[in-house]
């Protein structure tokens, strides 16, 4: 597995911006595709976003396409979520995960495909 420890929530106004970042250490991170959902409050883990291992596609949730992006560093270990104009609904725990298989050369929306997660972080958008 990859232990993922993400970073960068935090509490801003709607229309603001954050940037997540994701660190990744333990197998060999720059094989495997990546994803970032988010949790709210009595809701269901959702999917946001994923890359390849390559950065070669990405996938967006309807929701924040055109609003975010997901990039990657494989020189870093590192994941990103630019967030632009958050809205109030964007408020929820988010989290980073690694898909389980190498070298898929498709970006991974199914949560059940990823099986190292890290331990979320909170993100509060207000009106």
């Known amino acids: 597995q990859v232990a993922l420890v993400e970073s960068g929530g935090g509490l801003v106004q709607a229309g603001g911006s954050l940037t997540l970042s994701c660190a990744a250490s333990g197998r060999t991170f720059s094989r495997n595709a990546m994803g970032w959902f988010r949790q709210a409050p009595g809701k269901e883990r959702e999917f946001v976003a994923a890359i390849t291992w390559s950065s070669s596609r990405t996938s967006y949730t309807d929701s924040v396409k055109g609003r975010f992006t997901i990039s990657r560093d494989n020189t870093k270990n590192l994941v990103y979520l630019q967030m632009n104009s958050l809205k109030p609904e964007d408020t929820a725990v988010y989290y980073c995960?690694?898909?389980?298989?190498?070298?898929?050369?498709?970006?991974?929306?199914?949560?059940?495909?990823?099986?190292?997660w890290g331990q979320g972080t909170q993100v509060t958008v207000s009106s």
């Open positions: 995960a690694a898909d389980r298989t190498q070298l898929r050369n498709i970006p991974v929306v199914d949560a059940t495909r990823y099986d190292s």
